[in-house]
């Protein structure tokens, strides 16, 4: 079946595991926190409260008997892992962020990551003049799983959260995309679209934009799924 959305406006990225693999670092990083106060960190734990959560629910989960000086220490420990490590790009996604740049299509990211990461990695993508909206984990007081920052998102950009795509890597971000009323991709595996993914796809590789004319493109995610995504002009700060 054909999948056809009109009247899209802005592309919203989520960071980990969209525009950069960092599984690996956030693991290692949370599982040296632990470690520090002899605790392991279980599969479960990394699948419920780690991946596509901000930061205050893995302390809250995982952490919340010890004394706050502790927790600011293992909170310390993970953001400096993930600031200093090194990253790979997920396949296709430099492509699609210069193809959408160039193209004049509104871009931004919407993550629970901190600052510093968001610059390196956008740096990384060799596309600091493309992004117009950056929503970070300090900006809303409810991250994902709620609709909050994709709401504000399409606030700064002055757009219905509706004409907007999303690409998610994890089913609380999935979650947060679609309950704020956004088309949301899955990258990853199916189990995304019981979170309300319209599709899901492994990696930007078969993602295509095609140009349509001088008011907007075609965004192909796959056979049979496409996007028609207009310019936005007016983009508020």
């Known amino acids: 079946m054909s999948h056809y959305a009109a009247n899209v406006s802005a592309v919203l990225f989520d960071m980990d595991g969209v525009l950069v693999d960092s599984r690996a670092v956030i693991e290692r990083a949370w599982r040296e926190a632990a470690q520090l106060y002899g605790r392991v960190i ?94 970070e984990r300090d900006d809303v007081a409810r991250g994902k799983p709620h609709p909050d ?21 994890a089913g609380s971000g999935v979650t947060s995309a679609v309950t704020a009323g956004a088309y949301c991709v899955g990258i990853g595996g199916e189990e995304l679209l019981r979170n309300g993914a319209q599709l899901a796809i492994p990696d930007f590789q078969g993602v295509e934009l095609h ?18 995504v207009e310019r936005l002009t007016a983009v508020q700060a």
Not at 151 to 166: D, F, W
Request: charge should be neutral; include cysteine.
């Open 149 to 169: 920052p994709y709401l504000l998102a399409a606030h700064r950009l002055g757009i219905p959260p509706s004409r907007t795509v999303v690409f998610e890597d």
């Open 42 to 135: 279980t599969e479960d734990d990394i699948h419920r409260h780690i991946h596509g959560q901000p930061g205050p629910h893995t302390i809250r989960a995982l952490f919340h008997d010890l004394p706050r000086i502790d927790q600011e220490k293992v909170q310390a420990h993970v953001i400096h892992v993930e600031n200093t490590a090194d990253y790979e790009t997920i396949p296709g996604v430099a492509r699609l962020v210069s193809r959408l740049g160039e193209a004049g299509i509104t871009i931004g990211v919407v993550t629970s990551g901190w600052r510093y990461k968001i610059d390196r990695v956008i740096d990384m993508l060799r596309a600091k003049s493309y992004f117009s909206v950056i929503v």
């Open 211 to 228: 140009t349509n004319g001088e008011d907007g493109s075609i965004l192909s995610c796959r056979p049979g799924h496409r996007l028609f």
